[in-house]
C-alpha cells in the first residue's frame, strides 16, 4: 500500500506542478506584461489548459484528483479511504508549492523590476496577487464566500455530468478536455470577484509559499484575513453540489434507465 500511495503523490505532484505551472506563469504574464503581454480571457484559458493536461497526465494512476474539496467530498462520502485523501492531498500540496516556487524563479527578474525590490499584497505593484487569489476590493467577506462557494456548486455539478456513466457521460478521452473547458467557463464568468480559487490546493500552497519568499505574513492578514475563504467554502460547496446533483439527478437516473431497457427487452420478447 505504502508503493501506492507513493506512486500517486508521485503523479499528483507532476501533474499539479504541470497544472499550475501554466496558470499561474499566465497570472504572472499579465500583471508583470502590464496588460501589454495578456488579458484576463489568457488567464481563464492557460487554467483551463493546465487543468486539461493535467487530468490526462494523471487520469490513469489518481483518477485525474486535481482539487482537494473534490477529494475530501468523496472521502467523506466514502468513495476513497483516509490513506488515499491523504496521498491525493500530499501530492496536491507539494505539487501547488513547487508550481509558485518555479513560476517565482522563472519570472524572479521581472517581478523585481516591476516591484522595485518591495513584494507587496496591496498597492500598485502588488504581486501577490499571482501566486493566490484575494478578494476585489468591493467585495465584502461575505459576498466572495459565496462567490467561491457558488463556483465550486457549478464546478462540481459540471465534473459530476461529464463523469456519470449512469446519465450522459462523455467519452472517457473527452473527459480531460471537457473538464478544462468547464474550468474556463467557470473563470469566464464568476471570476470577478475572487478570481476563482474554487480549489484549496490551487490556493493555499502558493500563499504559504509566498509567505516564505518575501511578501510576509500579510498573505493571510489582508483583506480580513481572506486566506481560509478559499479553503472552506470550496470544500462546503462540493459536498452541497454533491447533495443537488443526487437530489436533482442522481436519483432520478438509473431507475428510468433501467424501465428503458426493461422495456427494450419486452419488445424484443414480443418480436
Known sequence: QSTTATRIILTLLSLFLFTQVFGLSSVAQVVLGKGNSGHYLSINMAFGIGVTLGIYASGGVSGGHLNAAIT??????????WTTLVAYITGQFL????????????????????TNGSLTVSGPTAT??????????NVSLQGAFFTEFTATVMLILGVLVIH??????AIKSAQPMLSGMLVLGIGLGMGLNTGYAINPSRDLPPRIFTAIAGWGMAVFTDDHSWWWVPVAAPVLGCLFGVFIYKLCIDFHNYPGHETEHEKEEADMKTS
Not at 475530501?72 to 479511504?81: D, V
Not at 522563472?106 to 523590476?113: F, P, V, W
Open 95 to 114: 505539487g501547488s508549492f513547487m508550481a509558485a516556487a518555479t513560476v517565482f524563479a522563472l519570472y524572479y527578474d521581472a517581478i523585481y523590476d516591476y
Open 72 to 81: 475530501i467530498t468523496k472521502c467523506i462520502l466514502g468513495s476513497i479511504s
Open 128 to 137: 501577490a496577487k499571482i501566486f493566490s487569489t484575494y478578494p476585489a476590493p
Open 164 to 169: 456519470d456513466e449512469k446519465n450522459n457521460a
